[in-house]
């Protein structure tokens, strides 16, 4: 498939309700979109970098940037075999991981549309359905939170996630465990905590949770593992690994005992492939973490999801817990049991509302092969 054209496009969206980590508050999320053409289709991706760097070092803006200048340029009127090839086109771009996510994702959409297979057995996933978990964040009172979780435990979600940072732990992890003492229950720290925290951490461990995810520094594998050997509590390493080599040397390390595996965070299919292969062939098992996604990422999350190793219930929930109107159609839905079922149709399986990404718009840019790049503000 030869490259002909790709756009770039700025949406707003806002939540229907606040979430909050440790890194702050967010009401409404700037998304930054990619559209690659090629034989007459469309390949959708969505990089799911914040509005602030704070989560890892790009944004939307130092993303865009590095999509424009840098990343767009190797690609355009270039022939691509696979999605695959992006990774190398790439290499001398360092980091900027969200950026080429972005990319690559909308060439293998493309390279399913084009063999007419789902994304996701294109990936080599075997899973029809799968398992959903729902990530809460930190809310304005123990009774919001309380609310919250019966709402997502009713909706039948398989695991509850909580949000969690000093103050808002033990006793929110007490509260929920005396109303709900047998729900598959997390928490995520966001690295919130540090090595001198040891001893309050280890008192998460009355409270079975199934993981504590990133507790500690955002670039840390090895202070990971000397925590990991003070707690019962399986450890989750999420910011920490960015490649495969990282997941190599946490498995090394014994830093911990679950791996979350987000698309974008790792640079790309590619890259999230060659992390579920070095989890499963040590035993570690992997969920799909979320980042605020539209519907384009969401689709993306449920077609990785698929894979064997992904054997926990991952962050990929339905459309209305995030956007009261989704950019897809149909939107993504959870099924009572807390599955959702994989699509049939061919690329990424569900269509872009292309009529609503234009409403949502602020910002676009078409960037063509030896043409100045056209920008536009609606």
């Not at 007419?116 to 398992?131: K, N, V």
């Not at 707690?231 to 390390?253: N, P």
């Not at 999350?301 to 926990?312: H, T, V």
Request: charged fraction near 25%; aromatic fraction near 8%; charge should be negative.
């Amino acid at each position: 498939m030869k490259i002909e054209a790709i756009i770039l496009r700025e949406i707003r969206m806002p939540l229907v309700h606040f979430f909050e980590t440790s890194f702050g508050r967010t009401t409404e999320r700037r998304i930054l979109l990619v559209e690659v053409k090629a034989e007459g289709l469309t390949g959708w991706g969505e990089c799911v970098a914040g509005e602030h760097p704070y989560y890892c070092e790009e944004s939307i803006d130092t993303a865009w940037y590095v999509i424009e200048r840098e990343l767009a340029p190797v690609l355009l009127g270039r022939e691509i075999r696979s999605g695959r090839d992006c990774p190398a086109l790439f290499a001398r771009v360092r980091e900027h991981r969200m950026a080429k996510a972005a990319l690559e994702n909308a060439v293998w959409d493309l390279e399913a549309q084009i063999a007419q297979q789902p994304l996701w057995l294109m990936l080599g996933g075997t899973r029809e359905h799968i398992a959903c978990g729902v990530s809460i964040g930190i809310q304005n009172s123990p009774e919001q939170l309380l609310e919250t979780i019966d709402r997502e435990v009713r909706a039948g979600y398989q695991r509850i996630k909580l949000k969690c940072k000093p103050g808002w732990d033990v006793k929110i992890f007490e509260a929920v465990r005396q109303r709900w003492p047998e729900i598959l229950l997390s928490c995520d720290a966001n690295s919130a905590y540090t090595l001198d925290d040891a001893s309050h951490l280890k008192q998460f461990d009355v409270f079975n949770l199934l993981m504590i995810e990133q507790p500690l520094w955002s670039d840390d594998i090895y202070f990971h593992s000397l925590l990991q050997k003070q707690l019962q509590t399986r450890i989750c390493l999420d910011e920490s690994i960015r490649s495969w080599r990282d997941a190599e040397t946490a498995a090394a390390l014994h830093s911990c005992g679950i791996i979350n595996i987000k698309v974008g965070r790792v640079g790309g299919f590619s890259e999230a492939l060659a992390v579920h292969d070095v989890c499963k062939r040590h035993g570690i098992p992997v969920w799909c973490g979320g980042m605020l996604e539209s519907g384009i990422g969401r689709a993306h999350n449920i077609a990785l999801s698929s894979l064997e190793n992904f054997s926990l219930p991952g962050d990929v929930s339905a459309s209305k817990r995030y956007w009261a109107e989704d950019i897809i159609d149909p939107e993504v839905m959870v099924s009572p049991k807390g599955e959702i079922a994989l699509p049939v149709s061919a690329g990424r399986g569900f269509e872009v509302r292309e009529d609503r990404v234009a409403q949502l718009t602020v910002r676009k840019q078409t960037l063509r092969e030896n043409t100045q790049s056209s920008s536009s503000v609606s």
